[in-house]
């Protein structure tokens, strides 16, 4: 089925963005909203300590969800109903992963839970309610294909979430299902660091990287609205590096 309305267009669609209250999923709802979607932007904080609000912002509507209880995703999807667009950018929560040799089997299993199943958990309560024409994106990042001492178990979840997509493209179709990769982006993601330090990483970014420049929410907004009205892409990783895969590591 062709895709309605204009090209780059998502007027009279329903998106939903799970991670959407924070960082690169913010950056992705409000992209969608622009768009002239109906947003639904899902998280597990409380909505009065979520981002303030911007341009656009009126289309967005915000859910509760917590992506490690299947309960909690069902019922989500339950009371959103029918959908158009998802998008999975919930990451797990800081310290959830490290070293190999200072990991558990329970550690490890904890950051392929929140990551990978939860995200599992979205585009299987999702799909069935997703109308002709939708699409199911999920997020992963460089290091699914240069992986860096002390991510190990980052780098393998996110390649089993590229794997996934690639499998659910052919299962799932026409439904579409992508992945967005990005790179070194500058976002909430960062907030551990101070702001000399913060500067600093921005300095080694833009002078390590092609395009000399750190990523923004907004490119990774960008993106998901190009896989969201593109009807003729699934299976796909649309890289969103600035070149990082190309380059020595940082």
């Known amino acids: 089925m062709e895709a309605k309305g204009v090209e780059g267009s998502l007027e009279g669609r ?13 950056g992705a709802a409000r992209a969608s909203a622009r768009a002239g979607a109906e947003v639904s932007a899902a998280g597990r904080r ?13 289309r967005v509507a915000h859910e509760t969800v917590d992506v490690t209880d299947e ?18 950018s919930a990451a797990p929560e800081p310290g959830s992963w490290g070293a190999f040799l200072e990991q558990d089997v329970a550690g490890a299993q904890r950051y392929m839970s929140a990551k990978f199943f ?6 299987r309560y999702a799909a069935p309610r997703m109308r002709a024409g939708g699409s199911i994106t999920f997020l992963t990042g460089g290091a699914a294909v240069r992986p860096r001492a002390g991510a190990s178990m980052v780098s393998a979840t996110f390649a089993a979430l590229e794997t996934l997509a690639r499998g659910l493209a052919i299962e799932l179709g026409p439904l579409r299902v992508n992945v967005i990769r990005p790179g070194y982006t500058d976002s909430e993601m960062w907030s551990f660091l101070d702001d000399a330090a913060r500067e600093q990483l921005r300095e080694r970014v833009r002078a390590a990287m092609p395009v000399r420049r750190m990523g923004t929410v907004e490119d990774i907004g960008h993106a998901a609205v190009f896989l969201m009205t593109n ?3 699934t299976g796909s990783v649309l890289d969103i590096t600035g070149g990082e895969t190309l380059v020595d590591g940082l």
């Open 71 to 88: 309960g909690s995703v069902r019922a989500m999807f339950e009371r959103i109903g029918a959908l158009d667009h998802l998008l999975i």
């Open 46 to 58: 409380p909505r009065e300590e979520r981002a303030a609000g911007a341009p656009g912002d009126a």
């Open 118 to 123: 939860g995200s599992w958990a979205c585009a």
């Open 231 to 233: 009807p003729q892409v």
């Open 14 to 26: 329903r998106v939903v963005i799970v991670g959407g209250t924070s960082g690169m999923g913010l």
